[in-house]
Each structure stands twice: as C-alpha cells, then as structure tokens.
T-cell receptor, first 109, second 114 residues
Framework: GENVEQHPSTLSVQEGDSAVIKCTYS??????FPWYKQELGKRPQLIID?????GEKKDQRIAVTLNKTAKHFSLHITETQPEDSAVYFC????????FGAGTRLTVKP | DAGVIQSPRHEVTEMGQEVTLRCKPI?????LFWYRQTMMRGLELLIY????????DSGMPEDRFSAKMPNASFSTLKIQPSEPRDSAVYFC????????????FGPGTRLTVL
C-alpha cells in the first residue's frame, strides 16, 4: 500500500515569512494529492489539491508543487498570518487514502 | 447544507461495552469514509464506501470493528466490545465521487473508553 512521509513535524515561522512542508510517497500509481488543514479541536478541511497531470497549482497565498519522478510534493504558504497556525496533513491516493503524520505550523505575530 | 453530521459528539463508555457511531453524509455525495485520529497513529482510514458498498475495509483494525451503510444517507461504525485503546476521535467524511475528490469531514466523535 501507499506510504506517505511528511516533514517537518513542527514548523515555526514569523508572520510574513514563507512556510514549506514536504511529503514523499511510495506508490508510483498515486495520482491525487490533497492537503488538509486542521485547527485545534476542529475537523480537517481541504485547502488545496493537485492531480498527477499537473506540476503546480496556486490559490492565493497557497501553492502545491508535485514532482512525480522523485515522488514528492510540497505545500508552500507565503506571507504567513497567525490564522495559518494549524496542523497540515498531506495525503496521496492511488487505491487508498494515506495521510502523512502532519506538520504543526505556528506563525508568530 | 448542514454538512456531514455525526453523533454523538462525545462518548464515554466502559471497556467491554458496545459503541455505535453514526454519520449522515452530505446529500448527493456517494462516497463515505470513516477515519480514526490519535496522537500516536495520526489520521487513519478505516473503511470507504462507494454507493453504499464497502470498497476498502483494509484499515479496520480487527473484528471488533464493523461498519454499515444501509442507505445513501446513513452509516454506522460499531465497536464491540470496546477497549481503552479504541479511545480516539472518529471522523466521518463524504465526497461527491470516490477518493479523487474533496472529502468533507464531519465534526468527529470523541470516544473515551475507560
């Protein structure tokens, strides 16, 4: 089955800085890569996703890049704000959805 | 739209008791997922239904866990008998079609087994 590794496990940045979270996956058949944000005590919510036929996708301050050859994808958040503080999960799915262990992002004002 | 509805929101029970968690997916969604979240194991997919049919239950930990989806608007996850290590937050999620679309999560059920 799919194995997804996520780094770093914790990330602290100053407001206005950029944050990058990286994930690697094992199954070359994976073709859908969503990112979820989970605030403390709340449910995960999709913030951006990318499919294997696309190398990069942007949505305002958030972008995701995918390198299928190297089997890794990354989340980029620019101009971070305190409300970006949360746990971020990556996932990869060919036949089953596997989540990374999560990255706790703290944005210091 | 009310979103995915889960009940109960909190459940405290004693070891050995039967626990039933309930989920109502978003109307029109034909895929439903049950997840378990713990600090140690993160977010784990337990089972996935498509059009009320279980497609992948490889994540169900053991025979004590069972899930059903008798119709398009209702699913249950049952643990019998429950054990302290089952304590976790259980999320239900639904999507428009399959695993390759956005999943909308319910608020979760926090289960504590004493």
């Amino acid at each position: 089955g799919e194995n997804v590794e996520q780094h770093p496990s914790t990330l602290s940045v100053q407001e206005g800085d950029s944050a990058v979270i990286k994930c690697t996956y094992s199954d070359s058949a994976s073709n859908y890569f969503p990112w979820y944000k989970q605030e403390l005590g709340k449910r995960p919510q999709l913030i951006i996703d990318i499919r294997s036929n696309v190398g990069e996708k942007k949505d305002q301050r958030i972008a995701v890049t995918l390198n299928k050859t190297a089997k890794h994808f990354s989340l980029h958040i620019t101009e971070t704000q305190p409300e970006d503080s949360a746990v971020y999960f990556c996932a990869a799915t060919p036949n089953d959805m596997r989540f990374g262990a999560g990255t706790r992002l703290t944005v210091k004002p | 739209d009310a979103g995915v509805i889960q009940s109960p929101r909190h459940e405290v029970t004693e070891m050995g008791q039967e626990v039933t968690l309930r989920c109502k997916p978003i109307s029109g969604h034909n895929s439903l997922f049950w997840y378990r979240q713990t600090m140690m194991r993160g977010l784990e997919l337990l089972i996935y239904f498509n059009n009320n049919v279980p497609i992948d239950d490889s994540g169900m930990p053991e025979d004590r866990f069972s899930a059903k989806m008798p119709n398009a608007s209702f699913s249950t996850l049952k643990i019998q008998p429950s054990e302290p290590r089952d304590s976790a937050v259980y999320f239900c999620a639904s999507s428009l079609s399959g695993r390759y679309n956005e999943q909308f999560f319910g608020p979760g059920t926090r289960l504590t087994v004493l």
